[in-house]
């Protein structure tokens, strides 16, 4: 489905989209979603306290997200692209804000100083440059990530990833599962150091999800400057590619 036509098939989204006119669009590819339990006392510290952290079944969840960011263009400029391809990795846990469901991006990690630069004032999320950061095809069609983090705030944090689709049936979530609660998310919210807080409309198709495989070389993973939480892969997904559309960001 196209991305515009898509603005007309929302039942699967767990509220509609704005009606202000989205900015921005993105397709996203070769995405691995690796999805792991977490205690919720290890999320207070980085989670703003006027968000809630989201549970399902009572347990709080936290997400790495590996993908390649492709065409990204605005509303009046769809046929231009501005910046060239690059991979991102994303560390998110799951929130609310009044009960609206949504995503608070712990870190991103990118490989274009210029988009972490912007993106960091801009929506107010802590967006770090990976030195190397890279999502390729080997010799066996598995996809190897890697990314080397350098940043004087943070340790470094080098993560490697070979991972690949185990099957190609596509799913897609069905609401109130663990996985709708996973992927289903159309909005992320952020806070600057004055504590103001801020959202961002997204919308895109359902995910297609595949089952995937993948292997890590990092036990664990930081998430503020003195605290690691372990990476327990409990649930990994595949998805080949999505087309997304951007709302500017606004303060609540």
């Not at 952290?53 to 590996?66: P, R």
């Not at 929506?123 to 080997?138: R, T």
């Not at 600057?192 to 198709?205: A, E, R, S, Y």
């Amino acid at each position: 489905m196209d991305i515009m036509q898509s603005l007309g098939h929302t039942i699967h989204r767990p509220f509609p989209p704005p009606e202000k006119k989205w900015i921005m669009q993105q397709t996203w590819s070769n995405l691995l979603f690796v999805h792991f339990p977490v205690s919720i006392n290890s999320l207070k510290e980085v989670v703003p306290r006027s968000l809630s952290i989201d549970t399902y079944t009572e347990v709080a969840w936290v997400s790495l997200v590996l993908f390649t960011i492709e065409n990204i263009s605005f509303k009046n400029f769809r046929m231009f692209t501005l910046i060239p391809s690059f991979a991102e990795m994303n560390i998110r846990t799951y929130v609310t804000y009044k009960g609206k469901p949504g995503v608070y991006f712990i870190s991103c990690d990118a490989g274009n100083r210029f988009v972490c630069n912007v993106v960091k004032r801009w929506y107010s999320i802590n967006f770090y440059f990976a030195k190397n950061i890279l999502i390729k095809k080997n010799h066996n069609n598995q996809l190897f990530f890697k990314s080397s983090r350098m940043d004087k705030n943070m340790n470094d944090q080098n993560i490697e990833a070979l991972y690949q689709p185990t099957s190609s049936v596509i799913s897609h979530a069905k609401k109130d599962t663990l996985d709708y609660f996973l992927t289903e998310r159309y909005c992320l919210f952020s806070c600057n150091i004055k504590n103001d807080l801020f959202i961002g409309n997204i919308h895109h198709d359902q995910w297609p999800l595949q089952p995937a495989y993948a292997e890590l070389n990092t036990p664990e993973i930081q998430i503020s400057n003195d605290v690691y939480i372990p990476v327990s892969p409990t649930k990994l997904h595949y998805v080949k590619r999505m087309d997304a559309l951007f709302w500017n960001i606004e303060k609540l």
